[in-house]
């Protein structure tokens, strides 16, 4: 009977969520998803696969979305957000058991963190039992899974590792790295979460999953070297507080520092498996540490990763709505620029752009920018973005998120990093005969006295920046062609 109506999935466009949904999909399952960013679901996407708009903080969103639903996932959570986390993780469990009770679901599956209640949990881990507590007393079912760290290509913890290995052969390590912690490889989680569908009983339980060892990050550290064939040498030093901790991570890792700061934070107390229930009730068998690294090096090097931790709106810390702000009057910097190439090659490095390739110009100001916006709590430069070739909706690129594509003619990029107001930047190519248009408009909403003052400051090196830019992706498109 469960398997019948449709479950329902949150969370579908985070990291796990969204390789639950192909897993899911793969297995014949029929979904219906509930997110911020239905444009994002509905990107190649089965026929059957439902995507419908809606925000677990926002009660009237989930009554339409649980509706025939027997089985739902709970795969959302805050960490990544600005603000109370916990408050707003509390807000949202209580909205989603309230919405699943009226609607009649018979079973929650929610993913929580390991950690013994008893100890002085962080916020982030004493958020995530509580959130478990609050679907329970919905007096639905509940099978609420516990896991430490999670190793996969693209997971939060497997990139600090690979880009703390990669670019540091010494390393002086906080305390935290020493503590024991029970990882679980992303395919031995994605299994329990299919198996809990199947699983034959009516009562809630909290099942602790973990993988064959119990390591720390500093094992897990040397066990990346060794398998990818570099020299690691650490020295412990005994005093290196979380904040600190985290603005070293967000330089020298992709992390944001925020968010390096709730995971060190979450670190401090070993989080291992102490009740064998899992391995009672499901027929899995976790791979080790060394397993689950080679795995994940394997789909990074192969370029098979299918999600990353950034992938999650919530990672950027920037509020859920602007609902209720007062903003001045829209500022722009509209500029454009003729190339006698075809508009293909005209978009070609407007859709490189970021990451490796840079932005063109004044890359260093850029830098500077980044290094700013995580000293005061946001995401940075992050230097990367998911394909070296091509750009989807949801993508993250640098401080920037992809927010609408067009391939060959439209690309428009929401600021991530903290400012003033809310600022896109977007370019548009059209075609005229056998040259072509590339217009750059960066447009900035600005909140307040403040807001316009950052912009007027700025606009100095606005006219380096931007107009370098666009002259240097006219180069680029015309270099194309020539070669």
């Not at 019948?4 to 466009?13: M, Q």
């Not at 500029?335 to 990451?355: C, D, N, Q, S």
């Not at 063109?360 to 916006?373: C, I, K, M, P, V």
Request: proline share 5%; charged share 20%.
């Amino acid at each position: 009977m469960l398997a019948a109506a449709p479950i329902l999935l949150t969370g579908a466009t985070g990291y796990i969520g969204g390789r639950l949904l192909r897993s899911l999909e793969a297995r014949g399952h029929r979904l219906r998803c509930l997110t911020r960013r239905p444009e994002v679901l509905r990107q190649g996407a089965p026929a059957d696969r439902e995507v419908m708009q809606g925000d677990v903080l926002e009660r009237a969103s989930l009554d339409a979305a649980m509706s025939g639903v027997a089985i739902a996932y709970y795969l959302v959570h805050s960490m990544g957000a600005a603000g109370s986390f916990e408050e707003a993780d509390r807000e949202a469990a209580q909205n989603f058991a309230a919405a699943a009770q009226a609607a009649g679901v018979a079973r929650i599956i929610y993913l929580g963190g390991l950690g013994r209640e008893e100890e002085d949990l962080s916020p982030h881990l004493r958020s995530r039992q509580e959130v478990g507590r609050i679907l329970k007393q919905s007096g639905i079912p509940v099978i609420e899974f516990r896991a430490s760290i999670v190793i996969g290509s693209g997971s939060l913890s497997f990139e600090m590792i690979r880009s703390l290995v990669d670019r540091l052969p010494f390393m002086v390590t906080p305390k935290w790295v020493r503590v024991i912690a029970q990882p679980i490889a992303i395919d031995d989680l994605l299994e329990y979460l299919v198996a809990a569908l199947a699983l034959p009983q009516s009562a809630s339980h909290v099942y602790e999953i973990g993988g064959a060892d119990q390591v720390s990050y500093a094992d897990i550290m040397r066990t990346y070297a060794r398998l990818r064939g570099r020299r690691l040498r650490m020295v412990e030093v005994p005093v290196l507080s979380p904040y600190v901790s985290s603005l070293w991570l967000g330089l020298i890792t992709p992390l944001y520092a925020r968010i390096g700061r709730k995971l060190i934070e979450s670190i401090v107390h070993p989080t291992v498996v102490r009740d064998d229930a899992a391995r009672q009730a499901f027929a899995i068998r976790p791979m080790g540490v060394e397993a689950s690294v080679r795995r994940a090096l394997a789909d990074q090097e192969n370029g098979t990763a299918a999600t990353r931790w950034s992938d999650a709106l919530s990672s950027s810390g920037v509020p859920r709505s602007w609902d209720g702000v007062q903003f001045e009057p829209r500022l722009t910097d509209a500029r454009a620029i003729t190339v006698r190439v075809p508009p293909a090659a005209a978009f070609k490095p407007i859709e490189l752009i970021g990451g490796a390739t840079g932005w063109y110009a004044w890359n260093w100001l850029w830098q500077l920018r980044g290094a700013l916006d995580l000293l005061v709590g946001g995401v940075g430069m992050r230097c990367s973005r998911p394909s070296p070739a091509a750009l989807r909706v949801g993508d993250t690129l640098d401080f920037w998120r992809v927010e609408a594509i067009e391939p060959g003619r439209r690309l428009r990029l929401v600021a991530e990093m903290r400012v003033p107001g809310r600022a896109w930047l977007e370019f548009e190519v059209s075609s005229d005969g056998e040259s072509s248009t590339i217009r750059q408009t960066a447009t900035f909403d600005p909140t307040g006295w403040f807001g316009q003052a950052y912009w007027y400051a700025l606009y100095p090196i606005h006219q380096l920046v931007f107009g370098g830019m666009l002259r240097g992706i006219a180069q680029a498109a015309t270099a194309s062609i020539s070669h």
